[in-house]
């Protein structure tokens, strides 16, 4: 009897547990408020560069528009936390047969939402490099040859994380999918 009193007090510490899932939830929701204020930024940065195209420099409106894609990229970020990290980590999203569904969902795992987000992060940090490399002499001054080097440096780590990513996941499907292959299934 003791023993069945031990088993029932683990599966009700399982489904504890299981259940602890629920609790990144409230943090997708903030996410999805935090977008919607972002939104808000969006469109006050596209205002302020139609109110000033007609004074602006090329230099200027492009790097209004780079900013403008740089929130854009940020909310593709910010999407993909949300929808990838509730539909592997907290609860499946059923949208297989939706009209609508992203591309990115398919197959996706937590290795392939690391590799997404690290190359979303490489690519918001190389238009922030763009941005600073466009507007170089107002770098210098504010910033000094050392920011731009910094600068250099946090894009090439985003890139050689998201690189060092990539390699580990294909070295993990190749190794899980030659098991498979020989018909080395350890189930």
Avoid: C
Avoid at 41 to 67: C, N, P, R, W
């Amino acid at each position: 009897m003791a023993r069945s009193g031990v088993k029932q007090f683990e599966e009700f510490f399982e489904k504890i547990i299981f259940w602890g899932r629920w609790v990144q939830a409230p943090m997708y929701l903030g996410l999805l408020f935090g977008s919607f204020m972002y939104l808000y930024k969006f469109f006050e940065e596209l205002y302020h560069l139609y109110d000033g195209v007609v004074s602006y420099t090329e230099a200027q409106v492009m790097l209004g528009i780079l900013g403008l894609v740089d929130i854009s990229m940020v909310m593709n970020l910010i999407v993909m936390v949300i929808v990838g990290g509730y539909s592997i980590f907290t609860s499946k999203i059923d949208v297989d047969h939706h009209e609508d569904k992203p591309q990115w969902l398919e197959d996706l795992d937590a290795g392939k939402l690391k590799i997404k987000l690290a190359s979303s992060l490489a690519s918001i940090s190389g238009v922030h490099l763009l941005k600073t490399f466009i507007d170089v002499r107002g770098a210098r001054d504010m910033e000094g040859n050392e920011g731009i080097v910094v600068e250099i440096a946090i894009h090439l780590t985003f890139i050689v994380s998201a690189l060092l990513l990539a390699y580990t996941e294909k070295i993990q499907h190749s190794y899980h999918g030659h098991g498979a292959a020989e018909g080395g299934d350890s189930h």
